[in-house]
Nanobody, 115 residues
């Protein structure tokens, strides 16, 4: 599966962005879809995942601010990000995750939050 992420940009602290991840094929049977981020000099970290059953999971740092969702009909996964903080600045990646936790990565989309 190929993944195309979009929606990043520059936003002021407290603002919102919605990231999209379009898959090259149906995501219905994919175990889970996820968003990760990587800031300069830091390791890539999990932001949120959503299973094929629609169960979502979030990093503590984004709980209550970010929402992951999936549109199976359009093979797209979204990440709604509200109340953004400067520490959310990173390159955001989407991933298709198999049942053995193998990740298939898309290219990143840069999110920059100014204070």
């Amino acid at each position: 599966v190929q993944l195309q992420a979009s929606g990043g940009g520059l936003v002021q602290a407290g603002g919102s962005l919605r990231l999209s991840c379009a898959a090259s094929r149906s995501i219905v049977s994919i175990n889970a879809m996820g968003w990760y981020r990587q800031a300069p000099g830091k390791q890539r970290e999990l932001v949120a995942t959503i299973t094929s059953a629609g169960i979502s999971n979030y990093a503590d740092s984004v709980k209550g601010r970010f929402t992951i969702s999936r549109d199976n009909a359009n093979s797209t996964v979204y990440l709604q990000m509200n109340n953004l903080k400067p520490e959310d600045t990173a390159n955001y990646y989407c991933a298709a995750i198999t049942s053995t936790w193998t990740h298939y990565w898309g290219q990143g989309t840069q999110v920059t939050v100014s204070s």
